[in-house]
């Protein structure tokens, strides 16, 4: 059996390990562009770090809507979020983000 207090745990163990990982890869960024001798490569790597930090906000519902075997809604809701992220993608990329 699954409480409350379990998914409490869960969520903030995701949030410590995403916080460090995060912040590991924003303090090696300034490295890894000059070790590829390329300067995209910090804010690139920045901000794709910034999903470590995302993670545990969608993983805990997603976690609990299979638990409860509502199959239907986990569909929906990943469709409509690679629809949206999609479309930013495509959005950003047209002016040259």
Known sequence: DV???DFDV???IQLAIGVAIFASFYV???WFAE????P???PLLRLSAITFLLRPLMNQHLTWLHRE???KETAVRSA???AISGTVSIVMAAPGF
């Open 3 to 5: 409480t409350p207090r």
């Open 10 to 12: 869960a969520f903030t």
């Open 28 to 30: 090696i960024a300034p």
């Open 35 to 38: 070790w590829f001798e390329d």
């Open 40 to 42: 995209v490569y910090e």
């Open 69 to 71: 075997m509502r199959f």
């Open 80 to 82: 409509f979020s690679s």
